[in-house]
C-alpha cells in the first residue's frame, strides 16, 4: 500500500509528457479556446485532466492486480485473442459489404467544455492498458 502513491506520481507523470505532444484532446482544446474563449479551454483542460487521473488510478490498480496473479493474465490473454479475432470478421464482413451512401448533416447541440473534455479522454480506452504497463514497469 505504501508504493501506490509513488507509482501513482510516477504513472501520472508518464501521462502527462506522453499528453504534450499534439493529438486529438490537444487540439480540442486549442479548437475550444479560439472558439468559444480561454476559460472554457481551460475548463475542457480540466474536464481532461480529471479524467487522465481516474484513467492512471484504475491503471494502478489493474497493473497491481496482474503482478500479484499470474493467472489472470493468462486469461486475459485468451479474452484478448477471442476479442480480436472476433473483431477482424465482424470488420472484414463489414468492409466486404460496403457501400457508399450519401452523407447527412445533422446539427448537434453545443456541449459544456468540461463534459465534453471528460468523455473524450474517457472514450479513450487505450490509455489505462498503457498507464498500465508503465506501471508495470515502474
Known amino acids: 500500500m505504501q508504493q501506490l502513491p509513488t507509482l501513482f506520481v510516477f504513472t501520472f507523470g508518464a501521462a502527462f509528457i506522453a499528453s504534450l505532444p499534439p493529438g486529438l484532446l490537444n487540439l480540442n482544446a ?7 474563449g480561454k476559460a472554457n479551454g481551460i475548463i475542457f483542460g480540466l474536464g481532461v485532466a ?3 487521473m481516474l484513467q492512471t488510478y484504475i491503471a494502478v490498480r489493474i497493473a497491481k492486480l496482474i503482478s500479484r496473479n499470474q493467472h489472470v493474465i493468462e486469461v486475459l ?7 480480436f479475432f472476433i473483431l477482424a470478421i465482424v470488420f472484414f464482413i463489414k468492409g466486404r459489404n ?7 448533416l445533422v446539427e448537434t447541440k453545443k456541449r459544456n467544455s468540461f463534459s465534453k473534455g471528460v468523455f473524450l479522454a ?4 487505450l490509455a489505462i492498458p498503457y498507464y498500465s504497463g508503465l506501471n508495470t514497469v515502474f
Do not use: D, R
Not at 30 to 36: D, G, Q, Y
Not at 122 to 125: D, P
Open 50 to 52: 480529471l479524467a487522465v
Open 98 to 104: 460496403q457501400k457508399s451512401k450519401p452523407l447527412m
Open 122 to 125: 474517457l472514450i479513450n480506452l
Open 77 to 83: 490473454l485468451q479474452l484478448a485473442l477471442g476479442i
Open 30 to 36: 486549442a479548437k475550444t479556446s479560439v472558439e468559444k
